[in-house]
């Protein structure tokens, strides 16, 4: 990947979760939740030499290295349950860390490519020339990972008696693909920052 041309969010992306906390003193806990998210992004990039593989106009299949421009769409529903430590700082402040555990609901990591060429099946083989409106999708959605693990990091602020303001930092720690998929030769690692708030009964 040579350049981040553009990235958002990708939409809305909704988190709900319900957790529960036992404090074994007044500084140290622990929580277990059941989280029910949606991880989204939109990018668009170029890269060179970037494992692809594309569905032409007639709808062929072709495998090989793009050098150009790429744009990919993910949107991915997972149900995640963490246990994580809690440490109090103050009455009002609270920071937390721990392990997740991800299973898959829904999965869409597709995109298309442009304005750039395909060699295959290697660097030194034919090339095929994407120019203008020329794009070719591809669709990697079926080769998503079903479960994924990480590590989460975050803080809360207690604003009022029953209103809780959190941030949390999510790090996957295994690739979002499966084991055998080698059409993109480097691991990806899903890393996600979430804001939000909670009711605390």
């Keep these: 990947?040579?350049?981040i041309d553009s990235y958002s969010p990708g939409g809305l992306a909704i988190s709900i979760e319900g957790n529960a906390t036992k404090w074994f003193d007044t500084k140290w806990g622990m929580t277990v939740g059941v989280r029910l998210e949606n991880k989204?992004?939109?990018t668009e990039a170029t890269v060179k030499n970037y494992g692809m593989k594309i569905i032409n106009t007639n709808g062929g299949e072709l495998q090989g290295l793009w050098t150009g421009g790429v744009k990919t769409k993910v949107k991915n529903s997972y149900l995640t349950i963490p246990v994580v430590a809690n440490y109090k700082v103050s009455k009002r402040w609270k920071v937390s860390a721990g392990p997740y555990v991800s299973y898959l609901i829904e999965r869409n990591f597709s995109g298309h490519v442009y304005e750039g060429h395909l060699r295959t099946p290697d660097q030194t083989g034919s090339r095929v020339d994407f120019t203008g409106e020329?794009?070719?999708t591809y669709d990697f959605s079926d080769n998503l990972r079903k479960f994924q693990w990480g590590l989460q990091l975050g803080g809360e602020w207690r604003a009022f008696k029953h209103l809780n303001v959190y941030a949390d930092l999510t790090w996957g720690l295994n690739d979002i693909f499966k084991k055998d998929f080698d059409t993109i030769a480097f691991a990806m690692y899903?890393?996600?920052?979430?804001?939000?708030?909670?009711y605390a009964f």
Excluded at 190 to 198: A, D, E, L, S
């Design 1 to 3: 990947i040579r350049k």
């Design 134 to 136: 020329s794009i070719a």
């Design 190 to 198: 899903p890393i996600y920052f979430n804001v939000g708030f909670g």
């Design 40 to 42: 989204n992004m939109t």
